[in-house]
């Protein structure tokens, strides 16, 4: 009798089991299922690798310049337009002629004071021809139009239209040229590369044509034409496409317009060639000043000017990922 009972007791117990036991199971390969697996085994997923960052696009930055000047002044100065931090040579506070580098301002400083009107036909072709041919009979017009005077001002203060540049601009190193016969010259007044890239981005930024003719200005100075070539040099304008513009790769100039003005005069009075050269975009406004024996030529400058840009440019052209090394600790 009892070992019935046994028997019934065990038939119950297995019976009971395989009630439990067949939902967990069931419940176990829905799981398995419901992974994605469909082939038995550990479920995988894959995750796609971020794409990588693009390097920004190549600008001019603070880098060391080294160039084999001979000649009496040599000096450059770069300003990023974003921080309005000015980097340079050591000597970029020092002074020279600005020549016809000042026209660019010359003209902003006559439009701003219109405001709103519109010059004369007469009046817009000049400070065109002043900007795109650097005209001096242009220059000169718009120069008195803009109240400038060519008066010697009382007490070596410079004349109006520069005091504007120095107030307006915020310059720091700008004065009246000291040269005489010349010194109520606007062509010599004395400007620093520090501040040329100030006054390069006061004209960008519209403090110095206003927000009317900014854009003009800025046009005018990207259309510059003509090259050191003789036959683009004459007695009264020349040729001033060249020195930054030169050194400057595709793949900054294809960023957009670039807006010039250089400067340039043999002066007997020293004996020397006194070049300038002035660019500015959207990110940076660079400068480049020089004074170096006439009998090198005008090409001379041209390429220092271009030298300095070409060596700026960040990063440079084909330069290899460089890997940062771990520091070496002392032993």
């Given at each position: 009798m009892r070992s019935r009972v046994t028997l019934v007791l065990a038939v119950v117990a297995v019976l009971l089991g395989g009630v439990l036991l067949v939902p967990t199971a069931y419940a176990r390969l829905a799981a398995d299922d419901s992974s994605g697996g469909?082939?038995?085994g550990a479920a995988s997923s894959s995750v796609a690798?971020?794409?990588?960052?693009?390097?920004?696009?190549?600008?001019?930055?603070?880098?060391?310049?080294?160039?084999?000047?001979?000649?009496?002044?040599?000096?450059?100065?770069?300003?990023?337009?974003?921080?309005?931090?000015i980097s340079g040579s050591a000597n970029m506070a020092s002074t020279s002629s600005t020549e016809s580098m000042l026209k660019a301002w010359i003209v902003s400083d006559y439009l701003r004071q219109l405001k709103d009107r519109q010059p004369s036909t007469s009046m817009k072709k000049a400070?065109?021809?002043?900007?795109?041919?650097?005209?001096?009979?242009?220059?000169?017009?718009?120069?008195?139009?803009?109240?400038?005077?060519?008066?010697?001002p009382p007490g070596g203060e410079p004349g109006p239209v520069i005091k504007r540049a120095i107030s307006i601009c915020g310059l720091t190193d700008t004065r009246r040229g000291n040269v005489p016969k010349f010194e109520g010259w606007w062509s010599f007044t004395r400007m620093s590369p520090r501040d040329a890239?100030?006054?390069?981005?006061?004209?960008?930024?519209?403090?110095?044509?206003?927000?009317?003719w900014t854009k003009w200005v800025l046009n005018e100075m990207s259309h510059v034409t003509g090259t050191t070539?003789?036959?683009d040099q004459k007695a009264r304008s020349g040729g001033g496409r060249w020195g930054i513009i030169n050194g400057?790769?595709?793949?900054?100039?294809?960023?957009?317009?670039?807006?010039?003005?250089?400067?340039?005069?043999?002066?007997?009075?020293?004996?020397?060639?006194?070049?300038?050269?002035?660019?500015?975009?959207?990110?940076?406004?660079?400068?480049?000043?020089?004074?170096?024996?006439?009998?090198?030529g005008?090409?001379?400058?041209?390429?220092?000017?271009?030298s300095v840009a070409t060596?700026?440019?960040?990063?440079?052209?084909?330069?290899?990922?460089?890997?940062?090394?771990?520091?070496?600790?002392?032993?």
């Open positions: 469909g082939g038995g690798a971020p794409a990588p960052t693009p390097p920004p696009p190549p600008t001019l930055a603070a880098g060391r310049v080294s160039v084999a000047f001979k000649g009496q002044f040599f000096s450059w100065a770069l300003m990023d337009r974003k921080t309005g931090k400070a065109s021809a002043a900007i795109r041919d650097s005209n001096d009979d242009a220059a000169n017009a718009v120069y008195r139009a803009a109240g400038g005077s060519y008066t010697v890239v100030r006054l390069g981005d006061c004209i960008a930024d519209g403090k110095a044509a206003g927000p009317k070539a003789a036959k400057l790769p595709r793949s900054i100039t294809a960023q957009g317009p670039v807006s010039i003005k250089n400067g340039w005069t043999p002066l007997a009075y020293d004996s020397n060639w006194h070049v300038n050269c002035l660019a500015v975009t959207g990110k940076w406004s660079l400068a480049v000043m020089l004074r170096y024996p006439i009998k090198s005008l090409d001379y400058g041209a390429k220092v000017c271009a060596q700026l440019v960040t990063p440079q052209p084909g330069a290899a990922l460089k890997v940062p090394q771990q520091p070496v600790g002392k032993l």
